[in-house]
């Protein structure tokens, strides 16, 4: 037996292939906050969820530099220490 079709019909998958659909209101949005950037200078007028808060330098969603390596997709050592290190706990 399979179920299928149960998710809501104004939920949909989105292609991995095509670009998201965009709104009429966030077109327009975005319209507007471009307008004033090009009016009043670059990065002057941002999304609420862009601003960070008072003293922090670096968003807590942004990646830390520690962490990165130059060869985070071709280093195969450091794939397998890590494993090593997982394993080992």
Sequence with gaps: MILDGLEPEVQ???????PAPVSEKRAKLM???DALNRRFGKGTV?????????GKVQAPWEGQAQWRTPQYTTGWKICCWWVE????N
């Design 12 to 18: 949909t998958q989105l292609s991995l292939f095509e």
């Design 31 to 33: 319209a507007e906050l």
């Design 46 to 54: 941002k999304l609420a969820s862009l601003v960070l808060p008072p």
């Design 85 to 88: 290190q997982l394993l080992s």
